[in-house]
């Protein structure tokens, strides 16, 4: 699978990203309000993406890991998570730090929300982050997303004790 957007090209993630995703995954400042980053080290990484890979491989994946390339070039992930029914898909993404700022994650997001909008017919999609990552509100933002609340419950991998997590959703209708 492969999907091209303007200026970039997501491909299923796989052991042949292990440097370049260790650059943004075990990146403390990149990662510190994620809940399943920063990784500690090259093997909890390979384990990840050796999982994805797994994933990849079942006739219908719950979980879709992407590679986002420039130019062919590795810098962030995309992920899209399905509900049990296959009826909602939840976003995730991370850019590597030095490509902040440059529009790539609402970029790739938008070309993953066409893909499965066409492929599989979704037309609800979520995302959540923690409550203190203004970056990640306004890719919802500019993703046409809408504020749907703030809750706690959120544990982030290098944060202590319970955070808060804000919600967002887009609905599309035909």
């Not at 809940?35 to 050796?50: A, G, N, Q, S, T």
């Not at 037309?123 to 809750?151: P, Q």
Request: aromatic letters at 10%; a negative charge; proline letters at 2%.
């Amino acid at each position: 699978m492969k999907i091209k957007t303007e200026r970039l090209t997501l491909v299923p993630i796989s052991e042949a990203f292990l440097d370049s995703a260790c650059a943004y995954a075990m990146n403390a400042d990149n990662a510190r309000l994620m809940v399943y980053l920063p990784k500690e080290d090259r093997d909890e990484v390979r384990e990840f993406l050796r999982s994805a890979g797994r994933e990849w491989q079942k006739p219908q994946p719950d979980i879709c890991e992407f590679a986002v390339l420039r130019d062919g070039e590795h810098i962030g992930g995309m992920t899209m998570y399905f509900e049990g029914d296959y009826t909602r898909g939840e976003l995730g993404w991370i850019i590597r730090r030095d490509c902040w700022g440059n529009g790539y994650a609402v970029e790739a997001a938008k070309g993953l929300m066409d893909h499965f909008r066409k492929a599989m017919g979704l037309d609800r999609f979520i995302a959540h982050c923690d409550s203190e990552n203004t970056a990640s509100k306004r890719v919802m933002e500019k993703l046409g997303m809408h504020y749907v609340e703030t809750h706690g419950g959120r544990f982030n991998r290098l944060t202590e004790g319970e955070r808060r997590e804000c919600l967002y959703e887009i609905i599309f209708k035909e």
